[in-house]
């Protein structure tokens, strides 16, 4: 897989979505609480025959119960819930037990660690955010119960109690378990969601290329099929044009449809390229930032909008301005590039601005026109294919199009981020209209030097 795709496609670590749970999990997690804690005081009662309030304790458990019944047939099963929603029924979890804790002896009872598992929980599937928030509580639940606590149930006729510093000892093992357990289960949900979002990066990309080359072969179909159409086409033409009958205004038709029909010869030529035929040639190995751009739009300066340059290093060397990059000929950037402008020449309405610029980390190109802009419906998914900025009632070209299939946004941007190009679109602010296509590459990728 390309080196550059992969980089572009990267994720930060703060964009990564935290899970996210489903009624399911909180039910079936629930459930387990709740018989664990009935057997639990159930056995302390008629098997140890210790004296705790168990009417209280009872309420407790049932109330969870009936929450959860509650829950299982209000939602389906499979449903998730929002963040703020799992962090409330967290927060229920943990004032249950607490209540409990708080009945049977506070922190002397040796099931006080279980307070630790709603925030596990909560680690392995919240954001950060919430499982801080739950940890605090939890925190000061557990300080609570230090001294606010019933009697420990025990043998009739005795007072067990511990002592200060043995509770303070129990607090600190459940801050210390707590904490440990707590970023342990995070990182790793972190590390599990990095990995997932990785694979679906490279999945995107894969998929892209697999497109690609299925336009590639296409192209290729294309150029095979449409080189004798055309010919025929530019013979015709030309026998024409030297018919001396014909009228005047017929003249300079037939005079357009030869020139058009030469440039579609050509573009055909370009795509049946290969790169050993330029790649001969020493003096087209090269080329600067204004070559490539002049180059690019040549084929779009004919007509009534006029397209502007503007290029030029933004940073000096040894008090000279620095030179203008150099990098090896694409013809995928030349292409690429050719079809944004050729785009911004459609929709504008006099002018086209091509801005470059350059320092020692970054060469920047911006086309911007002063057309409509592109819409908000379609700005956040251009460079996708089958998403097109045309439409039949925004059409600044003179022809019967009705609307594209908006490939030549995806095989700009795909065959320009080949070359290791970042994409950004924008509007111009108003009162200004427009749209704005920034491209930028590192030095290193455009010179196609490793960095």
Known sequence: MPRHLLKTSRLAPDSLPAQSLSISTIVRLRWIAIVGQFGAVMFVSL?????????????????????????ATAYPPNQRIGTWFA????????????????????IQNPF???????????????????????????????????????????????????PLLFKLGMFCAVLSSMTFIALYAWRLAYENRKEFAAKVAAELVLAREQKLHALDGLAAAAAHELGTPLSTIYLVTKELSI???????????????????????????????????????????TIGVRALLDEAAAPHRSGTVSIVFDAGATD??????????????????????GNL????????KSQVKIKARWDAQ??????????????????????????????TNDIKKKTSDQGGLGLGFFIAKTLLERSGANFEFDNKEA???????RISWLVSEFTNREG
């Open 243 to 285: 018919d001396k009958s014909l009228a005047e205004e017929h003249q300079e038709d037939i005079v357009l449809l030869r020139e058009q029909a030469e440039r579609c010869q050509e573009i055909l030529r370009k795509l049946t390229y290969k790169p050993s035929e330029q790649d001969e040639d020493p003096m087209h190995s």
């Open 47 to 71: 098997f140890l025959k210790f004296q705790l309030p168990l009417g209280y304790c009872l309420a407790a458990i049932a109330m969870s119960a009936w929450l959860n019944v509650y829950l």
């Open 431 to 437: 009162p200004e209209t427009g749209a704005i296509v």
């Open 87 to 106: 962090t409330a029924m967290l927060l229920y979890d943990i004032l249950q037990l607490m209540v409990l804790l708080y009945l049977t002896g506070g």
């Open 316 to 337: 000096f060397v040894d008090g000279v301005v620095r030179p203008e990059p150099m990098g090896v000929r694409q013809p995928g950037m030349i292409y690429g590039l």
């Open 341 to 348: 402008i050729e785009n911004a020449v459609s929709f504008a």
């Open 362 to 391: 970054f060469v920047t190109v911006e086309i911007s026109d002063d057309g409509p802009g592109f819409s908000q419906e379609v700005i956040d998914t251009l460079g996708n294919p089958y998403v097109t900025t045309r439409s």
């Open 112 to 162: 006080t660690m279980l307070i630790v598992a709603p925030v596990t929980v909560s680690a392995a599937t919240l954001p950060l955010r919430n499982t801080i928030l739950l940890g605090l509580f939890s925190m000061a639940a557990t300080a609570v119960l230090i001294n606010n606590h019933w009697p420990l149930p025990w043998y009739d006729g005795i007072h067990f109690s511990m």
